[in-house]
């Protein structure tokens, strides 16, 4: 079966790059005035050319935003099983070569867990684990799955990669959505920030998301970890993939989300500092590249930050959020997989969201809608 790597290994880093840098106001014009905006057009939204072009952009983003959307956010909530990985990656507290104490929670710390976020009001929750093929394996999703699915309207997913099969296994037992991040398109600089383990081979990563579309999941979400590499090089990369599976998988729906490397316990320093407004820009670009495209913010972004942006592009956010395994109730002083920005409460989130005229949406869709 052919997969994104035989279109990935096309392109070169240093050519994309290059051009990227060589945009001028000119080309981010034209990309402004396209009607349909290319891979070319959206080169020139995140490049430094564009800068001045930023309020331009944010307007014509928030257009397109409330034409598709309108006044919505969707709330979601990470819910995180475990934090057993067998990966070194250079960014993350679980990263097997770290000395913490590791957890997986059974069904009876789960549904402690469950009987939390219900109270703050969530119908869409977002799984997460380590990678660990042992300890939190296909079967143990599938338990999870059945235990929480009366629950929950949406069940979203960020995993170890797996087989097409094991999708279509996990599918049926209520996973709409799942997540996996390249972390970046920078094949030498990927090897370097995950040196062992089985994310290590850097094609299978890159082939996860044809698994997921084969498997017929509902929404595939994309995106690399801001400050591995040259953001904008990596966007660029991003947009490709997601112009390939959209193609390929065209029943899938697609989100993107913008982690930016956060401190955590013995942690990495970004290599690229990315600032708020070169943020800004690269959701209004995403938004003016694909108007379909769900562009979630997690609370690793500011208050101050998150406050800003609603109006711009966003179309679903995390609040309250815990990044580690019985963050919620169960084990409240374990460490956490990053340190979190916006503390604030789902409650005070979404009374900010109401503040600026638009609704918190708990879930995303009801299963009933599942064909
Ligand atoms: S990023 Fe994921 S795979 Fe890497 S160490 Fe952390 S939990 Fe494991």
């Not at 037992?173 to 850097?202: A, C, I, M, R, W």
Request: charge should be negative.
């Amino acid at each position: 079966m052919s997969s994104f790597v035989d279109l990935f290994e096309g392109y070169s880093w240093t050519d994309v790059k290059a051009s990227i840098y060589s945009k001028t106001a000119v080309d981010v014009q034209s990309a402004l005035g396209a009607e349909k905006c290319t891979l070319e057009d959206f080169m020139a939204l995140v490049s430094p050319a564009a800068a001045p072009f930023l309020e331009h952009m944010a307007q014509k983003s928030r257009d397109l935003t409330l034409k598709r959307f309108g006044k919505v956010i969707q709330m979601y909530v990470p819910l995180y099983l475990s934090n057993e990985c067998n990966n070194i990656c250079t960014y993350c507290g679980f990263s097997y070569d770290n000395k913490v104490k590791r957890k997986t929670l059974n069904a009876i710390e789960i549904m402690q867990e469950v009987a939390r976020i219900k109270e703050m009001g969530y119908d869409h929750v977002l799984l997460v684990t380590g990678e660990h093929n042992l300890k939190v394996d296909v079967a143990y999703f599938k338990s999870v799955l059945q235990l929480i699915r009366p629950h929950f309207a949406h069940i979203a997913m960020e995993v170890q990669p797996l087989e097409q099969q094991d999708y279509e296994v996990l599918k049926p037992f209520g996973l709409n959505t799942v997540l996996v991040y390249q972390e970046t398109y920078h094949k030498e600089d990927y090897k370097k920030h995950h040196p062992k383990g089985k994310k290590s081979n850097f094609n299978y990563r890159l082939e996860t998301p044809d698994r997921i579309g084969a498997a017929g999941i509902h929404k595939i979400g994309l995106g690399v970890l801001i400050g591995l590499e040259d953001w904008r090089t990596d966007a660029f990369f991003t947009a490709l993939h997601l112009t390939y599976l959209e193609k390929q998988y065209w029943q899938s729906k697609y989100s993107i989300s913008f982690p930016r490397l956060r401190p955590f316990s013995g942690g990495l320093e970004p290599k690229v500092e990315m600032s708020d407004t070169e943020l800004v820009q690269l959701i209004c670009a995403y938004r003016i590249f694909n108007e379909e495209l769900e562009l979630s913010i997690s609370t690793r972004e500011s208050e101050h930050f998150r406050n800003n942006i609603l109006k711009l592009g966003i179309t679903s956010m995390s609040a309250g959020s815990k990044t580690n395994p019985g963050g919620y109730v169960v084990d409240p002083q374990s460490l956490e997989q990053f340190e979190i920005s916006d503390e604030r409460s789902s409650a005070e989130v979404a009374a900010m969201i109401r503040s600026q005229g638009y609704e918190p949406v708990w879930k995303d869709w009801d299963n009933c809608l599942m064909l």
